[in-house]
């Protein structure tokens, strides 16, 4: 198989299918209000919404009650293969005994699918050949651990694995930077709240960048580097975002924007995009 067709085949196993999972991100996770979720919760206390068939009691009013913590969250698909891969279908309903257990691995499974999804995105940006299959190796890695037993990937070395794999995403962008030749300095710039309307913003990094109601309206993303980036309230009205790079649906859930603004091809409109 192609790289480029197996690839594809990844990013469909990266869209989460809440259907398909039993609320693992509204049970296992700490979240707080503060961040915009319904109440402050330690991780394994399920939240006052989630509803007995694993429904959000307020799904249509998550906008309307301001729930952005709930809105901006993606698990990359982890969720539905913690149920239906890793527990086969036993939720932690079914098995209360392993519930805890079942919280733990899918917090792991969650950031391992969450570098996978970089990696993936690397292999299509860059065309050097040894990186290309260094790349491919971690994914294969990836995707083995994501099959363990549970208590195999609960004993994983987590932070060796995403050292190994931050290692190779910073060559891919500076890779990615050197081959724009972009002068483009705007990832210097302070972005919180600032006006960029209709700016051109091709090959800047924005790599961990508070974006936080930033306006990008019209402006134009080509190479422009999004890793870890927050775009909270970030306003993407009429923006071309169709050549960003490690742009997540999680960032663009959390971000403004509307029918116009074009999204890189494995991204789905929010809903709360008009
Ligand atoms: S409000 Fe709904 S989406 Fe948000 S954590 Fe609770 S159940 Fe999940």
Redesign the pocket.
């Known amino acids: 198989m192609m790289i480029h067709e197996r690839n594809k085949k990844l990013w469909e196993h990266m869209k989460s299918d809440c259907s398909k999972c039993s609320?693992l991100?509204?049970i296992a996770l700490f979240?707080s209000k503060i961040d915009g979720?319904?109440i402050d919760k330690a991780p394994g206390q399920p939240?006052?919404?989630?509803l007995k068939d694993y429904r959000?009691?307020?799904?249509s009013q998550?906008e309307k009650q301001k729930?952005k913590?709930?809105i901006g969250?993606d698990c990359f698909g982890a969720g539905q293969h913690v149920t239906q891969v890793i527990y086969q279908g036993q939720t932690w309903n079914d098995i209360p005994n392993q519930s805890m257990e079942i919280f733990d691995v899918f917090i792991i499974v969650f950031q391992l699918y969450q570098i996978r999804y970089y990696l993936t995105e690397a292999t299509s940006l860059i065309s050097a050949k040894p990186l290309k299959k260094s790349i491919q190796c971690l994914i294969d890695e990836n995707i083995k651990m994501c099959h363990y037993r549970p208590k195999d990937i609960l004993s994983l070395d987590l932070e060796q694995y995403r050292n190994k794999s931050n290692h190779i995403l910073k060559q891919v962008c500076k890779l990615l930077q050197q081959s724009i030749h972009s002068e483009n300095k705007k990832g210097l710039a302070n972005f919180p709240g600032g006006n960029f309307k209709g700016q051109d913003m091709s090959g800047a990094d924005l790599s961990t960048k508070l974006l936080i109601a930033a306006n990008f309206e019209n402006s134009l993303f080509n190479g422009t580097i999004f890793l870890g980036a927050d775009t909270r309230d970030t306003n993407f009205d009429d923006a071309d975002l169709s050549e960003a790079v490690f742009l997540t649906q999680g960032q663009v859930n959390s971000a403004k924007g509307n029918r116009n603004t074009k999204l890189p091809y494995q991204l789905e409109y929010p809903s709360t995009w008009k």
């Open positions: 609320g991100c509204c979240f979720f319904p939240c006052i919404n989630l959000c009691k307020i799904h998550l729930m913590g709930c969250y």
